[in-house]
């Protein structure tokens, strides 16, 4: 048995793999092509894959663990494979899978959870923990806490943010990123690798090198990425997966820079800057207070006259001027609409205040 990979000590960490077995040729294919590649630190495949639509393909089962086995052999590189109940975990760790991974579908469903915790229990393998479909930071948090309450130490789990799901599209994503979620897990546990699954956020080959590098920038550890040999004919997931070869593309492209450095200037630099913006946030929310107070001021007004707080229009037309402006801004439309809302929602909480209390 290889010793227990340490995915926390070498950044970036890759695992990389098809999404799901498919045969042992499929499978020896990848490995040998990702063992080619040389970047490859750990392989993966959806051996039990719990589809969203009934009739899609499943994985090849059981059997095609010993094909990892196999592949593993031939190459020296571990494996890992993804858990949805206790009899995955016992076949699994049965057959002497590196690391096993709790996916995303399971991850929102605490009595699945908690059987996986519990068959877990005194193995010492790594265990993924995909972030839950649903963007909910303490449902993520629930799985790592019922995970380490069953006796899985807390040193072998590890984050992968592989985005939420949404219902729809979101700007272009399959399963858009909230990185700030992923941020908050990060310091509750600060301790605990995070990787980042690129192709369950993108869904699609052509975005997978910019959120890759994009989590590379946010200090994860590595990453989580399909990679079949013949991506456009795989059984699953064909949009998103990428050949060895180009993954070895892909991971030449990203920089990983480093958290910090030694270099003179760097610390002094940085702090000017930090101070700038620890000085312009405080006058923004000097600004917004000003601003709330003058819509309190407009409470009365619309009170003494009877009038209703929302005024559609108006409102439409302070949104559409603003982002009118957004190029010269240098900002988003989309952002400029979220602040405003939530700013608008503010103002109208001021008023509302105003109007229903005896002043
Ligand atoms: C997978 O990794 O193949 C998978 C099913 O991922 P998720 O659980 O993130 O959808
Ligand atoms: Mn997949």
Redesign the pocket.
């Known amino acids: 048995m290889p010793e227990i990979p340490d995915i926390r000590g070498r950044r970036p960490y890759i695992i990389a793999g098809p999404?799901s077995a498919e045969s042992e040729q499929q499978l020896l294919d990848a490995y040998t092509g990702l063992a080619a590649a040389g970047r490859v630190d750990m392989v993966r495949a959806?051996v039990w894959?719990?589809r969203t639509n009934p009739g899609s393909f499943e994985g090849a089962g059981a059997q095609a663990l010993e094909w990892l086995r196999r592949g593993r052999e031939l190459t020296g590189i571990p494996f890992g494979v993804?858990v949805a109940n206790a009899a995955h975990v016992r076949a699994a760790l049965g057959a002497g899978a590196d690391m096993v991974w709790i996916?995303?579908?399971t991850s929102v469903s605490p009595f699945s959870v908690q059987e996986i915790a519990e068959a877990l229990a005194g193995a010492d393998v790594p265990v993924l923990v995909?972030n839950p479909m649903i963007a909910d930071v303490d449902m993520w948090d629930g799985t790592v806490r019922r995970l380490v309450a069953a006796g899985v130490p807390q040193d072998n789990l590890v984050l992968v943010h592989?985005g939420f799901s949404r219902g729809g599209s979101g700007e272009g994503f399959r399963n858009p990123p909230v990185w700030h979620i992923a941020l908050e897990m990060k310091r509750r546990y600060p301790d605990m690798a995070m990787l980042c699954?690129p192709s369950?956020i993108c869904g699609r080959r052509e975005t997978l090198a910019e959120v890759s590098q994009k989590a590379a920038d946010l200090y994860y550890d590595g990453l989580m990425i399909?990679s079949h040999c013949d991506p456009d004919a795989a059984l699953s997931?064909a949009r998103q997966q990428i050949t060895p070869s180009a993954l070895s593309a892909l991971l030449d492209s990203l920089v990983w820079r480093e958290a910090g450095t030694e270099n003179s200037g760097f610390a002094e630099k940085l702090e000017k800057c930090r101070s700038e913006i620890d000085r312009i946030d405080s006058e923004i929310f000097a600004l917004l207070a000003r601003r709330m107070g003058i819509a309190e001021e407009i409470g009365h007004i619309k009170k003494d006259n009877n009038v209703t707080i929302l005024q559609d229009r108006r409102w439409q037309e302070i949104t559409e001027r603003i982002v009118a402006r957004a190029g010269e801004l240098n900002l988003s439309p989309a952002f400029i609409r979220e602040v405003l809302d939530a700013i608008h929602l503010e103002s109208i909480n001021h008023q509302n205040r105003v109007m229903n209390n005896r002043e």
Do not use: I, L
Request: proline share 7%; charged share 55%.
């Open positions: 999404c959806g894959k719990p993804e996916g995303a579908r995909k592989r699954d369950h399909e997931d």
